[in-house]
């Protein structure tokens, strides 16, 4: 992303484990941004960890959630490192609106790596449950969605500063 055009907000996305909240808080703090943490919203907003919403409301009522911050944020986030949850990107409206906020990151992981961050229970309820095959089948059927953002920065082998570094340079 340019630099007059990142100075705004930057948005990463990727998969579960792909690294966006580490990295996002890294990159944050490196360029004197704030910092925001979609799940890190809902959960507070709702006062249950994501697992809970899930399992109480549902994943629906989770997304409906997680596109009205999105556009709560495109009203009001100025300067802003914006690390968003795996799913954020499913949905061709919140594209359109994560488009207002900023330049796209794509983190893109390893499979082997995600699958191994994610193979111990994490609080994910979409990823718990799931075996590795399970895991990478949903990964596959989403890599189109992740690839439409503007910037793919891969992250294996890169140490998180080289990762900070790429999407700076990008
Ligand atoms: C999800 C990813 C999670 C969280 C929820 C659903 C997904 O965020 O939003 O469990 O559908 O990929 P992380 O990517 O931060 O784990």
Request: glycine letters at 8%; aromatic letters at 6%; hydrophobic letters at 40%.
């Amino acid at each position: 992303p340019g630099h007059s055009e990142w100075k705004r907000n930057l948005l990463l996305v990727g998969f579960m484990g792909a690294g966006k909240t580490t990295l996002g808080g890294i990159l944050s703090k490196r360029c004197r941004l704030d910092f925001v943490d979609t799940d890190q919203l809902i959960t507070e907003q709702f006062g249950l960890s994501v697992a809970d919403i899930f399992s109480r409301y549902g994943e629906n009522a989770f997304r409906v959630a997680e596109t009205e911050l999105l556009r709560n944020l495109a009203a009001r986030c100025r300067h802003s490192v914006i690390a968003t949850g795996g799913g954020m990107v499913l949905k061709d409206e919140n594209w359109r609106v994560m488009r207002q906020i900023g330049p796209v990151v794509f983190l893109r992981a390893d499979e082997q790596e995600l699958v191994e961050r994610l193979s111990s229970a994490t609080g994910r309820p979409l990823a718990d449950d799931s075996d590795r095959e399970a895991i990478l089948e949903r990964y596959r059927q989403r890599l189109p969605c992740y690839l439409r953002a503007d910037l793919v920065v891969e992250t294996k082998n890169q140490a998180p500063l080289e990762v900070v570094d790429a999407i700076l340079g990008g």
